[in-house]
């Protein structure tokens, strides 16, 4: 059963956020996965192309303008989801990453600023051999500062329980 | 980047030109620096073992990132990325360091796909595609698809 103080989460939404797209955090985004698309760093190059300016490579998004100090995640889950799973037995350091899902409407430039607002979409818990595990859906839209549309997001989480069910006693 | 690609030229089955990674270490500690992913299973052994895991591994994003290079690489500029998706399947490991600069040989990683589709909607001409990344042993860690948007030669897109 999911406990009732998570499963009311969802159709919830967190506080939007903010995150601003830096050029050189741009770089160090692309770098770091040893992408060296011109459009990303080299100003003079992505001014001729059809973005006119320096673009970020889709599923970059930017900084937060407001995080919280000594977050192992630069990237907000909703707090009050954090805080559920917490006490549920479900922490943080047990998470996996699932997948994700984007739709892209616009480019993200250097100097944006975008709002995001994520909703928990769906939260199923199952039974596995390691124990009990809660996969969460959560939906992101991300507006820029003109109010226009840039993506949305769907990401998938994998939450494990602290509290594995008993090994089953070995056949003999 | 490569020449421009366009719709024209799309036949369904066609084979996206595959892009070759490879992990490090080091590339994991730039990776958490630069997307904001501090957790230590990416990154300190110590903690990897004091949770039961085998090695530090890499982070899902990363190879998603190198999915979305594989199309934006393969699209080239006039192309856009519209839909993209990726599911974790296996855990993958990055290679240690050999120099201060240069990893230890080992696993070498490979970006693939397939167009499955090829259609126009209004005035956009798309092309649907199956993606994966293999690893070492030839085995499919990271599964997605993706949608894109080409140009065409025969209409002009403005």
């Known amino acids: 059963m999911l406990p009732e103080e998570i499963k009311k989460l969802i159709g919830t939404s967190g506080k939007v956020q903010f995150y601003e797209v830096e050029k050189g955090a741009i770089r160090r985004f692309a770098d770091a996965v040893d992408d060296d698309n011109p459009l990303y760093y080299d100003e003079e190059y992505a001014r001729k192309s059809k973005y006119g300016s320096i673009i970020a490579p889709p599923g970059f998004f930017g900084w937060p303008l407001k995080q919280t100090r000594g977050s192992p995640l630069a990237i907000d889950i909703p707090m009050e989801l954090e805080s559920a799973f917490e006490r549920a037995g479900y922490p943080l350091s047990l998470v996996l990453d699932g997948g994700m899902e984007y739709e892209f409407f616009l480019p993200v430039h250097a100097g944006d600023v975008l709002s995001a607002a994520t909703a928990v979409r769906s939260l199923r818990e199952r039974t596995t051999e390691a124990g009990s595990i809660i996969v969460a859906f959560l939906d992101t839209t991300y507006h820029n500062q003109a109010g226009a549309l840039v993506a949305k997001q769907q990401a998938m989480f994998v939450r494990r329980s602290l509290n594995p069910l008993p090994k089953e006693p070995a056949d003999v | ?158």
């Open chain 2, 1 to 158: 980047m490569s020449e421009q690609l366009y719709w024209d030229n799309i036949e369904v089955g066609l084979e996206i030109t595959p892009l070759v990674k490879i992990a490090t270490t080091q590339m994991l500690v730039k990776w958490a620096g630069a997307s904001g992913d501090f957790n230590p299973i990416h990154y300190d052994s110590a903690y990897v073992d004091s949770v039961g895991l085998g090695h530090v591994i890499i982070h899902g994003a990363v190879k998603r990132q190198w999915l979305i290079q594989l199309l934006t690489d393969w699209m080239g500029e006039q192309g856009s990325l519209k839909k993209f998706s990726c599911q974790y399947g296996g855990m993958d490991y990055p290679r240690h360091m050999q120099t201060i600069s240069e990893p230890q040989a080992g696993e070498t990683w490979l970006c693939k796909g397939k167009v499955t589709r090829k259609y126009v909607e209004g005035d956009l001409h798309l092309v649907d595609c199956k993606i994966g990344l293999e690893n070492g042993k030839g085995e499919i860690t990271t599964s997605g698809r993706a949608t894109i948007i080409l140009p065409s030669k025969t209409t002009s897109t403005i």
